[in-house]
């Protein structure tokens, strides 16, 4: 074990934030911290590190254990370049290295036992030297940079000149390269391009340490976590496996609380009828079993009501009108920035309901496309024609289409004067804007709530093509959920950029990946997308070199090879079918599922009975119900097995 966190508390001017919060980390854990936001889980980390006190409880590290955290905001500053800093974390080897030379220099003149005693420990510093990857140190500081999303000529800029996004990527890469016992990192994905998050997860499964990792990036912790820690009103539950059982288990777990939650109450307010009905009688011996009955429910240890998930936010997008069949066409789009080409010549449609991903690199050029098709800054060439009864819904991940200065309430009247002082409340109350929250100025919020300002505005929009940049950006977990949700039940045409990786999964029908200055189409979601990739840049690379900003034949032969040709098509219908069988094995489990319950609730019954007065001295009663549990419980034996198949 390499850190023990027991019976921490902590509250912030009484209101308590964590309670009796214990788990701990075994050497080669790759844990994920998760909970909504607010919920502890920075405080948490920092309790953790000492940056922060606990109220009660107690964090403890193993002996001779090094630990390292970033920190969600954490950016390196100084003169120094990116190589220089990265390299600053070598510096025990830059040491060894001086060392080693200054040795070589003595023994060029060294003679007897003084040669000998040289040539002795420079074997010992040379094989310690080896141990500590000296000889390959650069090599690994090098692809670490690349791997962070730096490129060659980015080596030498100054840490002083860069972005705080990039600062805190520096310091990641420092953090990495330190390679301590236990790395514990407070959303490491943020800043990171879709590249970036895939070389560091990649990084982080083969990493010998233990890992802490607090994320929203579900795809992200479904590679690297193998145990997830739950932090949920103010307690800490522990559950084993990727953040996918997680939330399978969580379910499952939650059904079971409320299935035994209404099946109380149920039986309550049975007994409580029971009771009302004997007193009714108004005869002696009634009322005495109503008397028994009171105190056998008095005893009744009650409990709670489950919190309900997901119902503090409430997204339904319904659009007002249909749209045409063609929703959008767009031939040859060019942009650039001064020198900087984007994109030469990109083409591409949507039609009615389609739900369409544009992902690639940062600084490739999708969020240009989707300000081009909302006029907000105009094509070098190309054109732009929107189908029939087109309405636009666009959610800008700076929030642009905020107005800083305004009130909340201001923000949705102006917009929608037509809706009545309760009507905006209501609709500002749906997500989590309550009393004089509304009375806020925009500029006040955080980046959250925010996005949350503008999913309201989006939904009372009504629009029927949806165009989102970064629509998940500062979003928990719960509430990218809630999004999906609606996206899914919309009816409507979505076009929409995301580095979310389980979000595009769950939303997309297809992926439109702008690569090389191309811009190829993968009829399918995100794991669709990550099995024809290769076969796709493959096509790309072996392309002429003037056709990767799409001026000839062969990119138009790419195009249709990757949307319009019978294997893509073949591929598509493989696909639909693997879904359908998953979704017969989705419903299978769940009937299953059910009659374990079923099963288990009445093996309850039977067990409450046997111990009850009027049966325990019937031996024939006692004889058929147990007879019955045997049968349950064989039953059940069948059903685990089943079931465990069908998980």
């Known amino acids: 074990m390499i850190l023990s966190v027991t019976n921490i508390h902590k509250a912030f001017q009484e209101v308590p934030i964590l309670k009796n919060v214990s788990f701990h980390i075994e050497d080669h854990d790759k844990a994920a911290i998760v909970g909504i936001n607010g919920a502890g889980k920075t405080t948490l980390l920092k309790i953790i590190m000492g940056e922060l006190p606990a109220d009660e409880g107690l964090v403890t590290f193993s002996k001779d254990k090094t630990v390292g955290y970033l920190s969600q905001h954490e950016a390196v500053l100084g003169e120094n370049t990116i190589y220089q800093e990265l390299l600053s974390v070598k510096q025990e080897i830059l040491t060894m290295e001086q060392q080693m030379h200054t040795m070589e220099l003595q023994m060029k003149s060294a003679q007897g036992e003084r040669l000998e005693k040289l040539m002795e420990n420079y074997a010992l510093l040379t094989h310690r030297y080896e141990q500590e990857n000296g000889y390959a140190y650069k090599s690994e500081l090098t692809g670490v940079l690349k791997g962070l999303g730096f490129t060659p000529d980015e080596f030498g800029k100054s840490v002083s000149t860069l972005s705080g996004g990039q600062k805190t990527r520096v310091a990641l890469g420092k953090l990495l390269l330190l390679k301590p016992d236990l790395i514990i990192l407070d959303e490491p994905t943020n800043h990171l391009d879709l590249g970036s998050i895939t070389w560091l997860e990649t990084y982080l499964l083969n990493y010998r340490g233990a890992v802490i990792i607090v994320s929203h990036d579900r795809f992200f912790l479904d590679r690297i976590a193998n145990k997830v820690i739950e932090i949920d009103n103010t ?382 001295t019937d031996v024939a009663k006692l004889q058929e119900l147990n007879l019955e549990k045997e049968g349950n419980e064989e039953e059940l034996a069948a059903l685990y097995e089943k079931w465990e198949t069908l998980l």
């Open 235 to 616: 307690k800490a539950s522990v559950f084993s496996g990727n953040y996918t059982a997680y939330a399978a288990a969580k379910e499952i777990q939650r059904t079971a609380a409320l299935n035994a939650y209404l099946k109380q109450q149920q039986e309550i307010k049975h007994q409580e009828a029971v009771i009302e009905k004997l007193k009714s009688f108004n005869r002696e011996k009634s009322i005495k079993r109503a008397e028994s009955r009171e105190k056998m429910l008095d005893k009744i240890e009650v409990i709670e009501k489950p919190v309900e998930v997901r119902t503090d936010m409430h997204l339904t997008l319904t659009p007002r009108r249909e749209s045409g069949s063609d929703v959008l066409q767009a031939e040859g789009l060019s942009k650039a920035f001064g020198p900087l080409t984007l994109f030469t010549n990109l083409s591409f449609s949507l039609k009615k309901g389609e739900h369409v991903a544009i992902i690639g690199d940062n600084g490739t050029g999708k969020t240009t496309i989707l300000k081009i098709i909302n006029e907000l800054i105009p094509a070098d060439t190309g054109t732009i024609r929107l189908g029939t009864n087109v309405q636009i819904g666009y959610y800008d991940q700076e929030h642009h289409v905020l107005h800083p200065e305004k009130t909340l309430f201001e923000e949705i009247s102006d917009d929608y004067p037509s809706l009545t002082n309760t009507e905006i409340r209501n609709t500002l109350a749906a997500f989590l804007f309550t009393g004089d929250d509304v009375f806020q100025p925009i500029k006040t919020l955080s980046g959250g709530e925010r996005g949350r300002v503008s999913l309201a505005k989006l939904m009372l929009s009504e629009a029927n093509f949806l165009i989102l940049d970064e629509p998940t950006n500062h979003l928990d977990i719960q509430s990218k959920e809630i999004l999906e949700d609606a996206l899914n039940a919309y009816t409507g045409t979505v076009l929409y950029v995301s580095h979310d990786r389980y979000f595009i999964n769950r939303t997309a029908h297809r992926i439109l990946d702008l690569n090389r200055c191309v811009l190829t189409n993968y009829l399918g979601n995100y794991d669709y997308y990550l099995e024809k990739k290769e076969e796709q840049l493959s096509k790309i690379d072996a392309a002429p070199a003037d056709s990767h900003f799409g001026n000839s034949d062969t990119t138009q032969d790419l195009k249709n090879a990757a949307s319009g040709n019978s294997d893509a098509k073949q591929d598509w219908k493989a696909k639909k079918e693997e879904q359908a069988a998953k979704r017969k094995r989705e419903n299978e489990l769940k009937k299953c599922e059910e009659q374990i319950e079923t099963l288990e609730s009445r093996n309850t019954e039977i067990d409450a009975l046997m111990a009850s007065p009027e049966v325990c």
